[in-house]
């Protein structure tokens, strides 16, 4: 390594190498930066890697169910094309499927359709929705939906109730997006994407998994409220229910926070909060224990959704816990 001109330092390439590569004085070499603070020089511009690609083969005896698998599995894993063959009989079936998929997931579209063969293409830039992104929008849109959901069971609102149900396919697709990029860092060659950077990656798709866990409860609790909403409920048994919903949102908002902030205090306080949230679910069992029938599986099934959501948003003030401590040396 030398300084030249007070300012510039000068590398010298071994011959062998600059004889291999074609290159001669005067010619452009190219320095590409990596996350772990290395550089790679290159003889000419990096090519961009061109899409990975999956095949399946559509028999007779396929179901949509998995088909529909398949192809989830394929984007997860970060195949920028898939393309599905069939026989020509199958075709409709085929186009119906992946049509259904390329509305429940980001990115994938439909680039090329024949009587046998049906080819899809992943179109998302992951710079576009960052897995920070995708986490705080699951975020908000599962917290609006536990709301909603006590909501709809207090007024007997059915179409809030549908609409509760519903956004719960939007949180799916983030959390597809986001086990997506996972798995692509961690396929990706050495030198581009650092540890810590993985890690994070890690903490991010065990994070999504919890919200979506979250967010499934509270379509349970929507489509419980269905049940319900022709039936008076006692005014104690609602504000119970209320008090417990608002508690577990009160930990699923300081964990997530908390995970944001890096702030092992309020991760604390979350996980603290539980047991105090666990004795209102208790006390609740007992209250619809009185229940009979219909009424009593539907409100068991409330009180344990809302019991569960609060135990999934401890599990992430947990893990904003060890990300802290391991981002922090200094920590005591």
Not at 286 to 311: T, Y
Request: net charge negative; charged share 25%.
């Amino acid at each position: 390594l030398q300084l030249t001109g007070g300012s510039t330092y000068v590398v010298s390439l071994p011959k062998p190498w600059i004889v291999a590569t074609g290159l001669r004085a005067g010619d452009t070499v190219f320095l590409d930066s990596m996350a772990d603070g290395s550089l790679t020089v290159l003889p000419r511009p990096a090519e961009k890697a061109p899409p990975r690609k999956k095949v399946f083969e559509v028999k007779g005896a396929e179901t949509r169910d998995h088909l529909l698998r398949k192809l989830i599995g394929a984007y997860i894993s970060g195949f920028g094309i898939i393309e599905i063959r069939s026989k020509p009989e199958e075709a409709p079936f085929v186009r119906r499927v992946t049509r259904e998929f390329c509305r429940m997931a980001i990115g994938p579209e439909i680039i090329e359709e024949t009587r046998t063969a049906t080819v899809i293409q992943d179109l998302s830039d992951p710079a576009e929705l960052s897995p920070e992104k995708c986490l705080r929008r699951m975020y908000m849109t599962v917290r609006a939906m536990l709301e909603d959901a006590v909501v709809a069971l207090k007024t007997r609102d059915e179409a809030l109730a549908k609409d509760v149900a519903q956004r719960d396919e939007e949180v799916d697709r983030l959390y597809w997006l986001v086990a997506k990029q996972h798995h692509l860092a961690h396929v990706a060659p050495p030198g581009s994407a650092d540890t810590v950077a993985r890690i994070g990656l890690h903490n991010y798709r065990l994070v999504a998994k919890l919200i979506e866990r979250v967010g499934d409860h509270a379509q349970r609790i929507a489509e419980a409220s269905l049940l319900v909403r022709e039936r008076t409920l006692d005014a104690k048994l609602l504000k119970e229910l209320e008090g417990a919903s608002s508690a577990s949102i009160a930990i699923f908002d300081q964990a997530f926070s908390a995970l944001a902030s890096q702030d092992i205090d309020l991760a604390n306080e979350a996980v603290d909060a539980r047991a105090p949230l666990q004795k209102m679910i208790d006390g609740l069992s007992n209250h619809v224990a009185a229940k009979k029938g219909e009424e009593l599986l539907a409100l068991a099934m409330i009180v344990d959704s809302v019991g569960r959501a609060g135990s999934y948003a401890t599990d992430i003030a947990e893990i904003a816990i060890n990300s802290a401590v391991a981002g922090d040396e200094t920590t005591q």
